[in-house]
């Protein structure tokens, strides 16, 4: 954050230390680049560098990026031909790539996007002042080495949520499963643990500045595991994270799982500040594809788990990934997806096409055979599904009183304020006497399909 008279107010506003320059950070992906972009402006802000929100201002542009799917990749491409008109009209600007498409391509993306100084990898920030130097006298600059150990442990990212109520915390890097179509581990490198001394610093930082909810964040939280003397698992870490105040939300994503055991489901049900919401990605309901995919779990599995979340914690809301059209996926296998979401009755799904990542397991061992249009037609059956299950998720809340974090002054009215539910499902509700941090108790009254709507109570 900058204020008008150019200083840099560290994290939170608690102190104040002249920036001698100003750097635009956009981010793509997922909540870990959010998160990262978080930690890159903390190391850059030691350098004298501040955020921000116009690009125009900047003497530094950054992007963080994702590889995940290919228009993810095409979307990067997008706005790196946006800053290349930016830098015509001030060639002293820099640009940096940072992320996992930078981590992906390494060198390649100078050589194909002359409008870029530096490509940082994820686990190379603590570099990037020097990188950002080398850059600022004309030499080209790349690191993308991946390491068995960063976790960014002793650094205090500068929030970049501009609602000051709800913010992420890392707890590990990486990850060592190696799903067939997946281009994360190679990006991100093998999973680390952060310790947990460190992770329960951060969170009570962030409760001393206000902040009241959390998200524990890895690619795979279920196998968080520290051992340091004594092992601490993530149900272990999760106690300790909501033991920290009762005031504070505490969420967590991604659960993978094959590792989801019902002992984290008994922790979240004997702490009411755990939110109950977990994401849950099952990617196919086929057995086949599953084995395909290198999941490591099969159907039966999944839906026990399922059973296990309504029986343990009632009411609990559950989303889901699903990719449509794997290698060879069959008609037949495609049912089976969505006899599934009949089945779990997903409050929420991220749906996607696959889409063919270089270099990954599924790339070099199988082919990308589903045509297009099959893809397309399956991928909209699953949505149109979803559509429905989001829906009566939503029906059965109407006549309700569900407890309500505020975050934000509604988008859409001044006179409204939205927020989340435990349930993670997005509420909206007149202002009243009300703002921003505070939790609120809000009889539905309706809904849209992607939001509750209610009166405070
Ligand atoms: N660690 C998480 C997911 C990380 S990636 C997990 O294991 O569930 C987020 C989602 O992107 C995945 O769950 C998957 O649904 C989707 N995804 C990953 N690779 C993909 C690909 N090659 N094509 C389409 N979707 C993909
Ligand atoms: Fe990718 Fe699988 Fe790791 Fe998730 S668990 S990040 S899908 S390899
Ligand atoms: Fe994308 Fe990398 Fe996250 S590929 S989903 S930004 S870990």
């Not at 890895?218 to 993530?234: A, E, K, L, P």
């Not at 790339?363 to 589903?370: H, N, Q």
Request: with cysteine; proline share 4%.
């Amino acid at each position: 954050m900058t204020d008008k008279t150019g200083f840099h107010i560290d994290v939170n506003g608690l102190k104040a230390v002249s920036a001698a320059y100003s750097m635009y950070i956009e981010t793509y992906g997922c909540q870990m680049n959010v998160n990262d972009s978080e930690v890159v402006a903390s190391i850059l802000a030691r350098e004298g560098y501040a955020v921000t929100q116009q690009m125009e201002q900047a003497d530094l542009i950054l992007i963080n990026t994702c590889s995940v799917r290919e228009n993810a990749e095409q979307r990067v491409r997008g706005r790196l031909d946006v800053f290349r008109m930016e830098k015509k009209k001030r060639p002293g600007l820099l640009v940096g790539v940072m992320g996992c498409m930078a981590e992906r391509l390494k060198e390649q993306l100078l050589e194909e996007e002359k409008v870029v100084d530096l490509v940082v990898g994820p686990d190379a920030y603590r570099e990037l002042p020097q990188l950002v130097r080398n850059a600022g006298t004309g030499q080209k600059a790349v690191n993308v080495l991946l390491s068995r150990e960063e976790t960014y442990a002793d650094i205090c990212p500068v929030r970049m949520d501009r609602n000051g109520v709800s913010s992420f915390v890392s707890i590990t890097r990486g990850c060592n499963n190696r799903c067939a179509y997946c281009i994360v581990p190679y990006t991100r490198g093998t999973e680390r643990s952060r310790s947990p001394e460190t992770i329960l610093d951060e969170v009570a930082g962030l409760v001393t500045a206000g902040y009241r909810e959390v998200t524990l964040l890895g690619q795979n939280v279920d196998s968080y595991r520290w051992q340091n003397g004594h092992v601490v698992s993530f149900p272990r870490l999760l106690e300790k994270v909501a033991a920290v105040s009762s005031g504070l939300r505490v969420r967590f994503a991604t659960s993978h799982p094959k590792d989801m055991t019902d002992e984290v489901l008994h922790v979240m049900a004997a702490h009411s500040n755990i939110c109950k919401s977990i994401h849950l990605p099952v990617q196919s309901g086929s057995n086949r594809l599953l084995a395909l995919m290198r999941r490591r779990y099969t159907r039966e599995w999944y839906t026990d788990r399922i059973e296990a979340i309504r029986r343990i914690l009632p009411g609990c809301g559950i989303s889901t990934d699903i990719i449509a059209g794997f290698c060879t996926e069959t008609e037949a296998d495609h049912a089976e997806t969505l006899s599934l979401m009949k089945q779990a009755q997903f409050d929420h799904a991220f749906m996607f096409k696959y889409s063919e990542r270089p270099n990954t397991p599924a790339a070099a061992k199988m082919k990308d055979d589903v045509p297009e249009k099959v893809k397309s037609r399956r991928l909209q059956e699953i949505i149109n599904l979803q559509g429905r299950l989001s829906a009566e998720s939503k029906q059965r809340f109407i006549g309700k009183t569900t407890e309500v974090l505020a975050e934000n002054v509604s988008r859409k009215s001044p006179d409204e304020l939205s927020g989340r539910n435990s349930q993670n499902t997005v509420v909206v509700f007149p202002k009243k006497r009300y703002a921003p941090g505070e939790y609120v108790q809000v009889r539905i009254t309706g809904c849209t399909p992607a939001t509750l709507q209610g009166t405070a109570e």
